[in-house]
């Protein structure tokens, strides 16, 4: 007998979720630095263009982690038609 109601990963929603966790590891590291850059020269124009780029940067990487976490807990857990 089949069970028609077992739930299965949906690998559309899996890649989707590990792309966008992939664009943001790179994006953290790079706005880490940015920031840590900015900081490191308070006297000088570039913490005037740095930081918000940074701050921005952050801000866009924090969202990619969270919706890729989403995303993936989509496929593993959600609802299946």
Avoid: C, H, S
């Avoid at 850059?37 to 940074?54: D, G, R, S």
């Amino acid at each position: 007998m089949k069970d028609t109601n077992q739930k299965y990963t949906d690998k559309q929603f899996l890649v989707k979720g590990l792309k966008r966790l992939a664009i943001a590891l790179p994006l953290l590291v790079l706005t880490t630095y940015l920031f840590t850059f900015a900081f490191l020269n308070k006297e000088t124009i570039p913490l005037y263009y740095l930081l918000p780029l940074a701050i921005l940067g952050m801000a866009a990487t924090i969202y990619l982690l969270f919706n890729g976490i989403k995303w993936m807990l989509k496929a593993l857990f959600g609802e299946k038609k």
